[in-house]
């Protein structure tokens, strides 16, 4: 290509990649990538490198703006180019295979991602003078690792990607942030929560300093805290973060792109945690529409939100539809990953809460057994993943009665929680289950000592008003009543009651029992009054719970009419 050609050319793409990276600016990003191959194309040959730089430029562009299949045909030729090319080296080539593997993994082609990265990644570790690219194909291997859910395999290429853009550009770069954002992604799936809200804290303010303030990479920072949020059982405020993130991605992709499907998924989560179950359903039919549109029906991210439709379908209480979406993820999953991945097992997982829900002991045992093996044989007898599998099934053999067999799960669930995460809240329920089921058998002392120690943990992590602190507190007062501690007890039952009324809608069923428990203790503390009232409250929070009709509530209108004679 002539000089006067190139130079132009160069400055043109440099214009490109400034209105899309930093400005963001999509429309005039994509006329200035256009611009610059149509300038390129009029003065070189196709097998020139700075022709193929520029087919590249317009696949990777396209890929984020989420035109898939656009990308994927200029990636087929650049690679094929390449493969004709003269002068062009091995680095490049990399490069373009990077890119291209990102593309595969959009697309949900787990096994031609891997490949792609890991040619690159074997050339680049050796051959990248700058190591920028090697940083670059790091960062890809370590997200492919982390959605694939190999979190050990997931961090030192986190890491290598963070090292490389620290001591190139320095901790103030947008490069050095998007790193340490994914290293707070992985900290928060391994359950250091802490140390993950530090890094996406630190992300977001190097964003916020580097970028204009609808960037989509703060925009992502901010979906990762609604992630963080959500797991802390922050529903509020994870809603907040999602719904700002929505409002960046909406306003720069528009509203058909995959990447606002994801956080219309991860909102319609939080809304259904918040029992927003109405706006919840909207948001994911939305985010299914998007994904079928872009990927077709049968791809990852439509199974990931037919499994969001089924929870929210459990949460209003229609199984058959809860059974319809989480049968297809399952389907989708077996096809598109394999019948024994960690994912596949939680569709299967999901397929036993349903089978369960609508009664169907048998199938659900069936369920969970599979989803267990399944984690026992991906990711070892004392992994977190482990530990719900146990969690699951015990829950379930102790509602057939089967209390000695769950008591054996229950305790090893418990165990590897504490040691995987520590004070965590998933340890704190795991700890609660325990602890009710050592009461239900007698075992004073030991639940007890679940108890206390799951209480603390909540109360630490949340505060003494979060919903998860209250149930818990239940079980802690039911404790105390057993065992003759009847004003330790009173006041446990007091305190919960008040934080299920003030979550009025979100915690009625927790209302009801605690009411009804509490009535029981006013009964043996010998103030019949106040139990009545109790019995009378509970039977009336029950009819709200479950109906006119609802057995419990009929059976604390009776209790409180024979115990006093009404």
């Not at 853009?165 to 290293?183: L, M, P, R, W």
């Not at 199974?303 to 389907?331: E, F, K, P, W």
């Not at 394999?338 to 829900?357: C, F, K, L, Y």
């Not at 009710?436 to 007698?442: D, E, I, N, V």
Request: glycine share 8%.
């Amino acid at each position: 290509m002539r000089g006067d050609g190139t130079q132009r050319a160069q400055a043109l793409r440099l214009k490109a990649w400034e209105a899309f990276t930093t400005q963001a600016d999509m429309a005039r990003a994509e006329a200035l990538f256009e611009k610059t191959f149509a300038t390129v194309a009029a003065h070189g040959r196709n097998t020139d490198r700075d022709y193929i730089q520029a087919k590249h430029d317009l696949a990777a562009f396209y890929h984020a703006k989420g035109e898939l299949r656009r990308s994927f045909d200029l990636f087929e030729d650049v690679l094929a180019l390449c493969a004709r090319a003269e002068g062009v080296d091995r680095v490049f080539v990399s490069a373009c295979l990077n890119d291209f593997g990102a593309l595969w993994q959009s697309l949900g082609d787990i096994g031609a991602a891997h490949d792609h990265y890991r040619r690159a990644y074997d050339i680049l570790k050796t051959e990248d003078p700058s190591k920028l690219g090697f940083a670059s194909c790091s960062n890809n291997m370590g997200r492919l690792m982390h959605d694939m859910g190999d979190l050990n395999r997931c961090q030192p290429f986190y890491e290598t990607a963070h090292d490389i853009y620290a001591s190139t550009f320095g901790d103030e770069h947008f490069k050095t942030a998007e790193s340490v954002n994914n290293i707070g992604t992985l900290l928060d799936s391994i359950g250091d929560l802490d140390e993950a809200r530090i890094h996406l804290a630190r992300a977001l303010a190097v964003m916020e300093r580097q970028r204009p303030p609808d960037h989509p990479d703060i925009g992502q920072v901010y979906n990762n805290f609604g992630r963080l949020k959500h797991g802390l059982a922050d529903y509020a405020g994870a809603a907040a973060d999602f719904s700002r993130a929505l409002d960046i991605f909406v306003k720069t992709f528009g509203v058909r792109h995959t990447i606002v499907g994801q956080v219309r998924n991860n909102h319609a989560l939080a809304l259904n945690s918040l029992g927003r179950t109405g706006p919840a359903e909207a948001e994911i039919a939305d985010a299914i529409a998007i994904f079928e549109q872009q990927y077709g029906p049968s791809h990852p991210n439509v199974a990931t939100a037919c499994n969001t439709a089924g929870n929210i379908q459990m949460a209003v209480g229609d199984v058959a539809r809860a059974r319809h979406y989480h049968s297809r993820a399952l389907a989708i999953r077996k096809t598109a990953l394999r019948r024994d991945h960690p994912v596949t097992a939680h569709s299967i997982t999901n397929m036993g809460i349903v089978e369960q829900a609508a009664g169907h002991a048998g199938r659900a045992e069936r369920f969970f057994k599979q989803a267990l093996a399944v984690f026992e044989t991906s990711r070892g007898p004392d992994h977190p993943e482990t530990a719900k599998g146990l969690n699951n099934l015990a829950s379930l053999y102790s509602h057939m009665d089967r209390r000695d067999e769950a008591l054996a799960m229950f305790e090893r669930a418990a165990g590897i929680f504490e040691s995987a995460y520590g004070d965590h809240p998933v340890t704190a329920q795991a700890l609660d289950n325990l602890g009710a089921l050592y009461l239900s058998l007698g075992h004073g002392e030991k639940a007890a000592r679940a108890l206390d120690r799951a209480h603390t943990i909540s109360e630490a992590l949340f505060g003494a008003d979060h919903l998860l602190t209250a149930n818990i507190l239940v079980n802690v007062a039911v404790a105390k009543h057993a065992f003759g501690a009847f004003e330790e007890a009173l006041a446990a039952f007091e305190a919960a009651v008040t934080v299920f009324r003030r979550n009025a809608g979100k915690a009625d069923f927790q209302l009801a029992v605690a009411l009804g428990n509490l009535a029981e203790l006013y009964s043996d503390l010998g103030r019949p009054g106040a139990a009545k009232r109790c019995f009378a409250d509970a039977a009336a929070q029950w009819r709200r719970y479950g109906g006119p009709d609802d057995p419990r509530a009929v059976d604390c209108h009776a209790r409180s009419q024979q115990q006093w004679g009404i």
